[in-house]
T-cell receptor
């Protein structure tokens, strides 16, 4: 299985709602990532988890709360979002190899989020 | 991580080789060159990476100049399904999860029938 799955595919939420995005992989990868992609822009890194611990937070507002409950799952909890948070949210995973070597990231198809 | 410069857009005839250039004149000795592509409304897809030597896999070839200041991604026989935005990324291969990919604006490649 070389796939990263994301649910839901589409999500519409109001500014007072609480929702969660889910990402899953069964490739044995121990690094997982959240990216945000606005229309016609490149993806931007939000969070990195390594061995289920948060290792990078790119100064993301606290209304986005990541969670990595186990090595296969990554969640992004959303609360009190703004319309400008509407974007494609991408999850990725990779192996974690020490020292030399380049670790390619495998991306999921994304969740398209619309905040009304 | 070193900055990259790519043309905004390119066209290529179906069946011909697509050659996508990337400049990375400030690349350091321990930085790899990665290529990813993103087909419309999908997640990015890893294509290939290299450090110094030219690399080839089932998808593409990567040619890196001797001074490592530029590279070219070659899709040998482009098909309509290769229409996508292609990202050249230069970064250090870090260990233990601190893997930060910084995407530039990329090249929008359109394959013409």
């Amino acid at each position: 299985d070389t796939e990263v799955t994301q649910t839901p595919k589409h999500l519409v939420m109001g500014m007072t709602n609480k929702k969660s995005l889910k990402c899953e992989q069964h490739m044995g990868h121990r690094a997982m990532y959240w990216y945000k992609q606005k229309a016609k822009k490149p993806p931007e890194l939000m969070f990195v988890y390594s061995y289920e611990k948060l290792s990078i937070n790119e100064s993301v507002p606290s209304r986005f709360s990541p969670e990595c409950p186990n090595s296969s799952l990554l969640n992004l909890h959303l609360h009190a979002l703004q319309p400008e948070d509407s974007a494609l949210y991408l999850c990725a995973s990779s192996q974690v190899r020490g020292g030399q070597g380049a670790n390619e990231q495998f991306f999921g198809p994304g969740t398209r989020l619309t905040v009304l | 991580d070193a900055k990259t410069t790519q043309p905004t857009s390119m066209d290529c005839a179906e069946g011909r080789a697509a050659n996508l250039p990337c400049n990375h004149s400030t690349i350091s000795g321990n930085e790899y060159v990665y290529w990813y592509r993103q087909i419309h409304s999908q997640g990015p897809q890893y294509i290939i990476h290299g450090l110094k030597n030219n690399e080839t896999n089932e998808m593409a070839s990567l040619i890196i100049t001797e001074d490592r200041k530029s590279s070219t991604l070659i899709l040998p026989h482009a098909t309509l399904r290769d229409t996508a935005v292609y990202y050249c990324i230069v970064r250090v291969a870090r260990s233990f999860g601190n893997e930060k990919l910084t995407f530039g604006t990329g090249t929008r490649l359109t394959i013409i029938p």
